[in-house]
C-alpha cells in the first residue's frame, strides 16, 4: 500500500495536513474526518485506514486547518488556531480536501464515501452536498444538532469572550472564542444537521455505542430517522470512541465491529461504475 502524506491550503491559507493510503488495487475512496479535539493520527484513525486498506479501499484522513495540532502530528500546540474554529471553516475544509482528491490521477475517478466521527459525522453531513462521486454517509456517533448551548452559558461565552474546555488526555485548558458561537447564529440553517439528513440523497450509515458517555446515542437515531435510505447499528456497551484510547494499543471488540459494519457498507456503495 502506498502512504503519503501531504499539506495543502485551507480557504484561509492555513495549512491542511493528510495523510493518503492507497492500495494498489484500490477501486473506491473514504475521506476520515475527525471529531472536537481530535487528529488524523488519534487512537483508531490510522488503524481503520489501515483494515481499508486491506480491503483495497482507499483512504484520506485529515486535519482540519483550526483542529489545533501544528506540525507535530499530534501535539495541541496551535491553540490560537483551535480557539478560532468553525463549522464553517470545517466544512470549507472538508470541500478543500474534495478538490485535492479530485487534482489527483489515481484517485479522482474513485466513487466515495465520507466517515465522521463525533463532531466529524456532523462535518460529512453537512458538507454532503458539495463532495464529488459520493456514494454514502458513515457517521460514527454523531453529533446531531449544532445548538449545544443554553441561554446561560451563551450569557457567560459572550461576557468572558470565550469558553474553555479541558483536554483530558493533556491536560490542556483550549479555549473556544466567540467565533463558533456567532457562526451559528450566522448560519443556522446551513448548520442544521437534521435538515442536512433529511436532504441526503445518498446512502447512510450511522453506528453508535449504547454506553457512549459524550453523545447520547438518541443523537444518531435522530439522523438516522431523517434520512431516506438508512440503517442504524447501535453496539451494545460501547463508549463515545467504540473502546480506542490514544494511542491504539489493541483493537476493542467494539471497535473491530463498527470498522467491518463500515467496510461492509462501502463495499455495497461505492463499487467503481455503479450508478
Known sequence: ???????IESSEGLPIRGTLSVPRDADCLVLVIHGFKGFRQWGFFPWI????GRADIASVRFDMSRNGVGENSDQFDRLDLFEDDTYSVQIEDLRSIDRFVNGDDALRDLPRVVLGHSRGGAIALLGSKHLSRLRGVVTWASISRVDRWDEATRAQWRQDGFQEVLNQRTGQRMRVSLAMLEDFERHPAELNILEAAKGLEVPLLAIHGSSDESVAVEESR???REVRNSSLV????AGHTFGAIHPLIDVPFALRAAATLTQSFIRAHSLRGRA
Not at 500500500?1 to 499539506?7: D, E, L
Not at 485506514?49 to 481499508?52: G, L, Q, R, S, V
Request: charged share 15%; aromatic share 12%; net charge negative.
Open 234 to 237: 447501535v453496539i451494545e456497551g
Open 49 to 52: 485506514c489501515e483494515h481499508f
Open 222 to 224: 435522530a439522523i438516522a
Open 1 to 7: 500500500m502506498n502512504i503519503r502524506q501531504f499539506t
